[in-house]
């Protein structure tokens, strides 16, 4: 019964041998509950996704056994690539928009574990066993459900490395062959795609804990000149914290006016050219005022892809400050672009025997 609360993975920098190996998908972790006609969507946290899924709730009703419960992803694909602005579209409070979101971009699952089946609880069943089941009670499924490729070849798995960034995926996941299912628990590896860029720091939001740097507020020029936000950095200790005030003290502006963001205010501004501060239904009421800097310093972060490659997917990491790099060169040109890989590729590719 839910919720249950799905098993995770630590970072590693290199796929380890000798495991289960999936492709990392860019979508919401979902694990669906199904008993009869009654299907539920739980989330990470716990919180039911049902609501904003109506065409998936009804595949999947269609296409899974009557009583299970199944680990995966909800993902959205768009021109053979995955697309997570849709995705993120779907977390409305009208439910006509969602209807009207599901007609227009319908979601697909990725079913990547099996935690019980019919009166059978399979959370202490080792992962090869697991997913041996769950190959049976999928086999043929149908679009808009998949079941994920699989390999215990790690040579697959790093070609599948390289190959998927290019159809919007994140990496690869590597699970112990023996494990059971730990809620919660980070028993499994991640190996994520990341990359450098050189990038303007042009303010920073204050730290909760009080009057020290929480994230860093990161620019790039687009090709008319004008500095757009991509992101932020915010994975610092308390010390360092304290001492980014210290150095970006001689940047600080104490008006906002003549500052590439002054108009971050506007609603329509935020939408239309990315600029920090406006409040938006992620937000809520988070404090999203920021101290303005001018625009003239400049560092190096990792990044691991980019969004409709005009911002950072996820928070990116500081590396460096750039005193050899000029503000105006650093631009989206510098950013490097996957091959691309059709989306139906992996989705129609068979699992593991």
């Known amino acids: 019964m839910p919720p249950v609360k799905p098993m995770l993975a630590k970072a590693v920098a290199k796929i380890p041998p000798g495991m289960h190996y999936e492709a990392k998908w860019d ?56 697309d997570f602005d849709a995705l993120t579209e779907r977390i409305h409070p009208a439910d006509s928009r969602v209807r009207t ?29 697991r997913r041996a089941l769950l190959d049976r009670a999928l086999a043929g499924v149908s679009p808009p459900v998949h079941l994920a490729p699989a390999t215990t070849d790690v040579e697959e798995a790093r070609r599948w490395f390289e190959q998927y960034e290019g159809a919007g995926l994140d990496g690869v996941v590597a699970k112990p062959l023996t494990v059971p ?30 009057p020290v740097v929480g994230s860093l507020l990161l620019g ?34 104490d008006d906002v006016s003549g500052h590439p963001w002054a108009r971050w205010a506007e609603e329509a501004a935020h939408e239309t050219a990315r600029l920090p501060g ?34 950072f997917r996820h928070t990116a990491r500081f590396r460096r400050w750039r005193p050899d790099r000029t503000p105006e060169s650093c631009t989206f040109a510098q950013l490097e672009e996957p091959v691309r890989y059709d989306l139906a590729e992996i989705l129609g590719a068979s699992p593991e025997a």
Not at 58 to 66: I, M, Q, S, T
Not at 111 to 123: E, S
Not at 242 to 252: H, I, N, S, T
Request: charged fraction near 30%; glycine fraction near 6%; hydrophobic fraction near 40%.
């Open 278 to 311: 406006a409040p938006s239904r992620w937000s809520g009421k988070k404090d999203l005022s920021w101290v303005p800097l001018r625009p003239e310093k400049v560092a190096e972060v990792a990044y691991d892809h980019m969004e409709n490659g005009r911002r």
């Open 181 to 210: 299912y730990l809620q919660d628990e980070r028993a499994m590896f991640k190996v994520k795609h990341e990359r450098t860029a050189d990038v303007v720091v042009a303010g920073y939001r204050l730290h909760k804990s009080g």
């Open 220 to 253: 790039l020029y687009d090709d008319e000149g004008a500095l757009q936000h991509v992101g932020v950095a915010a994975a610092f200790t308390m010390k360092r914290r304290a001492e980014l005030v210290e150095e970006l003290e001689p940047l600080r502006m």
């Open 101 to 129: 979101l599901a007609e227009r971009t319908p979601a697909s699952f990725v079913a990547f574990d099996l935690l019980a089946l019919d009166d059978h609880a399979l959370l202490d069943v080792p992962l090869t066993d």
């Open 27 to 82: 979508g919401f972790r979902a694990i669906v509950f199904r008993d009869g006609d009654e299907v539920e969507l739980g989330s990470r946290t716990g919180k039911p996704l049902t609501r904003y899924f109506p065409e998936l709730v009804a595949a999947l009703k269609e296409r899974l056994p009557a009583r299970c419960v199944v680990d995966g992803e909800i993902v959205i694909a768009r021109d053979g690539h995955l």
